[in-house]
């Protein structure tokens, strides 16, 4: 499975896409900006605890991710990927 990273109009987010499977499957869409927000998803929770990030947006079919504006994307990104990927080859 491959994730594409794409840019935003935001210069702080990205939008993750998985070529396979469902990010949430209880939910339309998720936007976590604090880790209560998540509500026990478990992709969620981790998203938001990456170092940096301050906004999760989640659909189904893709992730967006917002840093801060002195946050670095170096290793959030890769660690992100991992995340996802694991998140969706073991629904």
């Not at 936007?31 to 929770?45: N, Q, S, W, Y």
């Not at 947006?57 to 002195?70: R, Y």
């Amino acid at each position: 499975m491959t994730i594409d990273t794409a840019p935003t109009p935001n210069p702080n987010s990205v939008k993750l896409t998985p070529s396979a499977g469902s990010l949430l499957s209880d939910h339309p869409m998720l936007a976590i900006k604090a880790p209560a927000d998540a509500r026990g998803h478990a992709l969620g929770e981790a998203l938001i605890g990456l170092d940096g990030v301050i906004d999760v947006f989640m659909t189904p079919g893709f992730v967006t991710l917002t840093k801060s504006d002195d946050a670095s994307w170096d290793g959030v990104l890769d660690t992100a990927r991992s995340l996802i990927r694991e998140h969706v080859e073991d629904a």
